[in-house]
T-cell receptor, first 113, second 112 residues
Framework: DTGVSQDPRHKITKRGQNVTFRCDPISEHNRLYWYRQTLGQGPEFLTYFQNEAQLEKSRLLSDRFSAERPKGSFSTLEIQRTEQGDSAMYLC???????????FGSGTRLTVV | DAKTTQPTSMDCAEGRAANLPCNHSTISGNEYVYWYRQIHSQGPQYIIHGLKNNETNEMASLIITEDRKSSTLILPHATLRDTAVYYCIVRPILRGAQKLVFGQGTRLTINP
């Protein structure tokens, strides 16, 4: 399967714990995006990488959130001191170049209890 | 903020053409129209995009009005697997302008 892979698919964590999600984009895609989606809403942009450079961050990405893409390959999204409001689906997508359609992964569903 | 307006929900009979409208009255000359869909519990899936000409691929057709202020996504022979939320998005052509801004979309239900 050469699609976008996200791990884990589901994560349940207690409030205050740190969590980390991983995204493996399509191998030749140099652009990688993170989105968050809550129930009944469309996906909301969080951040974007071109190769290893993080080029844009949404104001939704508070200081508890950090994303990395070492070596321009896979990416991780970490949430520190999770809150119940962080419960959502976290989606990763990749694309080859400007104006191409994104390919999304199936997402990581986070539940903070 | 999303720059498009779509109906909240639509129904269509299986085997019929599903026509999903989208208004983007403030679209500028350097913005594409993109369509994605999201089937329950999956990530969004790219369908099609266009600038000013009508476009067709194996999934759908995109009809953009001459003034570019609205468009229609057409699924020519809808199946039950086409039940999904469909998002219409406008996005600048400009180099480096990568972000897709999703609205609420249209929840399309295909009925047997």
């Amino acid at each position: 399967d050469t699609g976008v892979s996200q791990d884990p698919r589901h994560k349940i964590t207690k409030r205050g714990q740190n969590v980390t999600f991983r995204c493996d984009p399509i191998s030749e895609h140099n652009r990688l995006y993170w989105y968050r989606q809550t129930l009944g809403q469309g996906p909301e942009f969080l951040t974007y990488f071109q190769n290893e450079a993080q080029l844009e961050k949404s104001r939704l990405l508070s200081d508890r959130f950090s994303a990395e893409r070492p070596k321009g390959s896979f990416s991780t999204l970490e949430i520190q001191r999770t809150e119940q409001g962080d419960s959502a689906m976290y989606l990763c997508a990749s694309s080859l170049r400007d104006n191409y359609g994104y390919t999304f992964g199936s997402g990581t569903r986070l539940t903070v209890v | 903020d999303a720059k498009t307006t779509q109906p909240t929900s639509m129904d269509c009979a299986e085997g019929r053409a599903a026509n999903l409208p989208c208004n983007h009255s403030t679209i500028s000359g350097n913005e594409y129209v993109y369509w994605y869909r999201q089937i329950h519990s999956q990530g969004p899936q790219y369908i099609i995009h266009g600038l000013k000409n009508n476009e067709t691929n194996e999934m759908a057709s995109l009809i953009i009005t001459e003034d570019r202020k609205s468009s229609t996504l057409i699924l020519p022979h809808a199946t039950l697997r086409d039940t999904a939320v469909y998002y219409c998005i406008v996005r600048p052509i400009l180099r480096g302008a990568q972000k897709l801004v999703f609205g609420q979309g249209t929840r399309l239900t295909i009925n047997p």
